[in-house]
C-alpha cells in the first residue's frame, strides 16, 4: 500500500531557472507532510513542512503548495542551485510519529 | 552540538549471521526511530522507540528487533541475515511532541549481506 509516491525519478532543471517536484498520497489521514533533501552517502536532511491546515509553507528559496482536494503537493525551489542537485524525498507524519517516504526524485541543476 | 551519530558506517556479513547497529539522537532528542533504504526506493519505517519501549512497528519480521537505553541512545538487532537485508540502515531522532514532525536523521549504516 503505496501511501505515498513520486512519480517522476528524476528532473534536470537549468541553473536559475525553477525546479518543480512533486508528490500524490492516497490516504487522507495526516498531520504534516515534510521535504527531505538526500545528498550520497549522507542522511536525509530536513527541508520544509506544511501543516495539513495550509495551503501553502515558504522558506527562503522553497515553498511546498498542498492541494487537499487532489491529495497533490509540490515543493518549488527557485532559482534552483547546482548545490540542490540531490534526491528529494516527500514524507507524510501521521499521529503516530512515524514517516511515509515517496521513492524519491533525483534533482539535477545544470550550470 | 552533535547531531545524530550512527556506528557503524559500513559493514558486511554473512548469510544467517547476526548484527548489530547503533545510534545516539540529537542531544536533547528522546525518541528515536530506524529506517531501511533499499537501492532506489525511499526509506521504510521499521520500528519507534520512547522511553525504552518499543511505541510503534513497521511491516518488518521479527528477526528485526531493537533496544532504547537510559540515555536515549539505541540499537538495531537483525537475525538471521538474509541477502535481501542489504540496504542502508538510518536512524532518525525527534521529540515525543506530536505538534513537530521534524526528525533529523543520521548517515546511516550501509550493511551488505553476502
Known amino acids: 500500500d503505496q501511501q505515498v509516491k513520486q512519480n517522476s525519478p528524476s528532473l534536470s532543471v537549468q541553473e536559475g531557472r525553477i525546479s518543480i517536484l512533486n508528490c500524490d498520497y492516497t490516504n487522507s489521514m495526516f498531520d504534516y507532510f515534510l521535504w527531505y533533501k538526500k545528498y550520497p552517502a549522507e542522511g536525509p536532511t530536513f527541508l520544509i513542512s506544511i501543516s495539513s491546515i495550509k495551503d501553502k509553507n515558504e522558506d527562503g528559496r522553497f515553498t511546498v503548495f498542498l492541494n487537499k482536494s487532489a491529495k497533490h503537493l509540490s515543493l518549488h525551489i527557485v532559482p534552483s542551485q547546482p548545490g540542490d542537485s540531490a534526491v528529494y524525498f516527500c514524507?507524510?507524519?501521521?499521529?503516530?510519529?512515524?514517516?511515509?517516504f515517496g521513492q524519491g526524485t533525483e534533482l539535477s541543476v545544470k550550470p | 552540538d552533535a547531531g545524530v551519530t550512527q556506528s557503524p558506517t559500513h559493514l558486511i556479513k554473512t548469510r544467517g549471521q547476526q548484527v548489530t547497529l547503533r545510534c545516539s539522537p540529537k542531544s536533547g532528542h528522546d525518541t528515536v526511530s530506524w529506517y531501511q533504504q533499499a537501492l532506489g526506493q525511499g526509506p521504510q519505517f521499521i520500528f519507534q522507540?520512547?522511553?525504552?519501549?518499543?511505541?510503534q512497528r513497521g511491516n518488518f519480521p521479527d528477526r528485526f528487533s531493537g533496544h532504547q537505553f537510559p540515555n536515549y541512545s539505541s540499537e538495531l538487532n537483525v537475525n538471521a541475515l538474509l541477502l535481501g537485508d542489504s540496504a542502508l540502515y538510518l536512524c532518525?531522532?525527534?521529540?515525543?511532541?506530536?505538534?513537530?514532525?521534524?526528525?533529523?536523521f543520521g548517515q546511516g549504516t550501509r550493511l551488505t549481506v553476502v
Open positions: 514524507a507524510k507524519y501521521n499521529q503516530g510519529g512515524k514517516l511515509i
Open positions: 522507540y520512547y522511553e525504552e519501549e518499543e511505541r
Open positions: 532518525a531522532s525527534s521529540l515525543w511532541d506530536r505538534d513537530n514532525p521534524e526528525a533529523f
